[in-house]
């Protein structure tokens, strides 16, 4: 069955090391993105990509990057880890093109600490 | 700035009874409302998805409506049951440069007790 993974499920990290976080979806979806969600907040965008060389700087994009160079991986990069990165990070895909609001399908979720 | 409101944060329940859920919002131009469940330790799933010229959308036990006019969404559950406990995140999307960008709610944290 196609479905949307993440990795690792858990890190610990030390404050400015460079994290990379894995998402890779074997639906062939155009869009991908990532989310962090934080107690007291809702699920807020950091970075999208609606295909392959595509990014895009979401809500929350300082201190991150990502790269898309085929269709089902997006990897989201820390590249010098803050205290205040320590979250859950989610990576979603979606059918269609940019302009459609067919059904985003969560990943399981990374749950990062940075000491 | 867009932003949903979600009412109340939390709330707890006996199973077999109803409970409504609420959610503000202020995005605009608005496209669709979602309404997701997220299990502990797992990702959200969609629940329904309503556009601007839809009030109502039920499925299986949970219904949504929808007034666009006053900005306001609802989530009925009915009978709920043990496996309901999760929370409820309404999720509002608005059209900005030719793509749908999603507002997210902080969620509703219910619990259905035995």
């Known amino acids: 069955d196609a479905e949307i993974t993440q990795s690792p499920r858990h890190k610990i990290t030390e404050t400015g090391r460079q994290v990379t976080l894995a998402c890779h979806q074997t639906w062939n979806h155009n869009n991908m993105f990532w989310y962090r969600q934080d107690l007291g907040h809702g699920l807020r965008l950091i970075h999208y990509?609606?295909?392959?060389?595509?990014?895009n700087k979401g809500e929350v994009s300082d201190g991150y990057s990502v790269s898309r160079s085929n269709t089902e991986d997006l990897p989201l990069t820390l590249e010098s880890a803050a205290s205040s990165q320590t979250s859950v990070y989610f990576c979603?895909?979606?059918?269609?093109?940019?302009?459609?609001?067919?059904?985003?399908?969560f990943g399981p979720g990374t749950r990062l600490t940075v000491l | 700035k867009n932003q949903v409101e979600q009412s109340p944060q939390s709330l707890i329940i006996l199973e077999g009874k109803n409970c409504t859920l609420q959610c503000n919002y202020t995005v605009s131009p608005f496209s669709n409302l979602r309404w997701y469940k997220q299990d502990t330790g797992r990702g959200p799933v969609s629940l329904t998805i309503?556009?601007?010229?839809?009030n109502t959308k039920s499925n299986r036990r949970y219904t949504a409506t929808l007034d666009a006019d006053t900005k306001q969404s609802s989530l009925h559950i009915t009978a709920s049951q043990l496996s309901d406990s999760a929370s409820y995140i309404c999720v509002v999307s608005g059209l900005s440069g030719g793509s749908y960008i999603p507002t997210f709610g902080r969620g509703t944290s219910l619990i259905v007790h035995p």
């Open positions: 990509s609606y295909g392959v060389h595509d990014t």
């Open positions: 979603a895909s979606r059918a269609g093109g940019p302009s459609s609001y067919n059904e985003q399908f």
């Open positions: 309503m556009t601007f010229s839809e």
